[in-house]
């Protein structure tokens, strides 16, 4: 199994603040890992909730934790597998936390892009030493810093 590297508690509390309401909203978890990102939206009232994880075990673990909630999708695949096949699903909030050594934002933040609902917002978690503001540059909204993390956002108008 790869290395996890959870959100941060400082980071999960300032990405639900700036969002400020997920009530009512269709969420998308991609590297979900422990599923806390998901699990707090699913917490603050999110309608529904898809985590997607590459480890079945992690998936495993996430379902033990939601227990009997309804609306929960489990996708034990790779996050760009998950979003070529989901075409015709559609979210208002994709939150993305790869790992930090990640290749492949370009095409992550692409294809999340193109399942987002109008009005929807893309929120991807990286290191601090990663521009990701030139990726859909007409739609990037804003990074903020935390310790050494970012976190971007992009917004479909």
């Given amino acids: ?27 998308l978890d991609l590297f ?33 934790k ?30 993305a936390d790869p790992p930090y050594d990640y290749k492949l934002y370009d095409k992550l933040i692409e294809l999340s892009f193109s399942t987002l609902k109008p009005k929807g917002t893309l929120i991807v978690e990286h290191r601090f030493n990663t521009d990701l503001s030139k990726v859909l540059s007409d739609f990037f909204v804003e990074s903020r810093k935390y310790g050494d993390t970012l976190i971007s956002f992009w917004r479909k108008e």
């Fill in 66 to 95: 939601v227990k009997n909630h309804q609306n929960v999708k489990f996708f034990p695949l790779d996050a760009l597998k998950f979003l070529k096949s989901a075409q015709q699903e559609s979210f208002d909030i994709i939150f």
């Fill in 1 to 27: 199994m790869r290395d996890l590297r959870p959100t941060s508690n400082l980071v999960l509390q300032a990405v639900f603040n700036i969002l400020y309401s997920v009530k009512g909203k269709d969420f």
């Fill in 32 to 64: 979900a890992g422990t599923g806390q990102v998901g699990l707090k939206a699913l917490e603050k009232g999110a309608q529904s909730i898809t985590f997607v994880e590459i480890e079945k075990k992690r998936v495993e673990d996430i379902k033990r």
